[in-house]
Every structure is written in structure tokens, then in C-alpha cells.
């Protein structure tokens, strides 16, 4: 059973940081291009950033080009995005999904002061 777990998310101040975290399960993690998505209320879901298996270039939004960072861990499932210089448009539910389109419940981000 495929299952991914997101967490890390909360409410910050602009200008600060979160790291977000997906553990996965039921997949082979480290055969899957992994990608964190998020959607605001009233919008579309976005792409936030793609991580390749090993080799190959990382893919970054525009919007979070210079402030995230996404890596993952092989060794223990799991994706990360360090998040910094956050803004209040950054507000939205965070997802990450593997190269099924499976994804997990998703975690609130919300920037505001």
C-alpha cells in the first residue's frame, strides 16, 4: 500500500523557515522522481519542485528559485524541502508526490505575522 506522509508544516513569520518532510512507503522510493506540489485556496496546484532518483538536474518553481531547497534520503524514504525567506503568497497546503501521482495529505504552510 502506497503511503506518503507529509509533515513540518506551521504557522512563521515572513522571512523565516520551515523544513518539510514526506516519508514514503509501499514503492520502491529510490526508483521515483519525487516532486512537492502546493495549491492556495482558490487556485491551481503548482509545482514547487522535482528531485531526480540520482543523477539529473533538480527542477525549482520561479517563485522559489534562491529559497528552497528540496533533497532526499534514499536511506530512509524520505523527501525534504527546506523552505527559507518565506513570503505570505507561499501560504498553501503543501503535497509531495511520487511518479504515480500518488500523493499524501499534505501539510498547511501559512506566512503571515
Known amino acids: 500500500q502506497v503511503q506518503l506522509v507529509e509533515s513540518g508544516g506551521g504557522l512563521v513569520q515572513p522571512g523565516g523557515s520551515l523544513r518539510l518532510s514526506c516519508t514514503a512507503s509501499?514503492?520502491?522510493?529510490?526508483?521515483?522522481?519525487m516532486s512537492w506540489y502546493r495549491q492556495a485556496p482558490g487556485k491551481e496546484r503548482e509545482l514547487v519542485a522535482r528531485?531526480?532518483?540520482?543523477?539529473?538536474?533538480?527542477d525549482y518553481a520561479d517563485f522559489v528559485k534562491g529559497r528552497f531547497i528540496i533533497s532526499r534520503d534514499n536511506a530512509k524514504n524520505t523527501l525534504y524541502l527546506q523552505m527559507n525567506s518565506l513570503k505570505p503568497e507561499d501560504t498553501a497546503v503543501y503535497y509531495c508526490?511520487?511518479?504515480?501521482?500518488?500523493r499524501g495529505q499534505g501539510t498547511q504552510v501559512t506566512v503571515s505575522s
Open positions: 509501499g514503492f520502491s522510493f529510490r526508483d521515483h522522481i
Open positions: 528531485m531526480p532518483t540520482t543523477s539529473g538536474s533538480i
Open positions: 508526490l511520487n511518479m504515480w501521482g500518488r
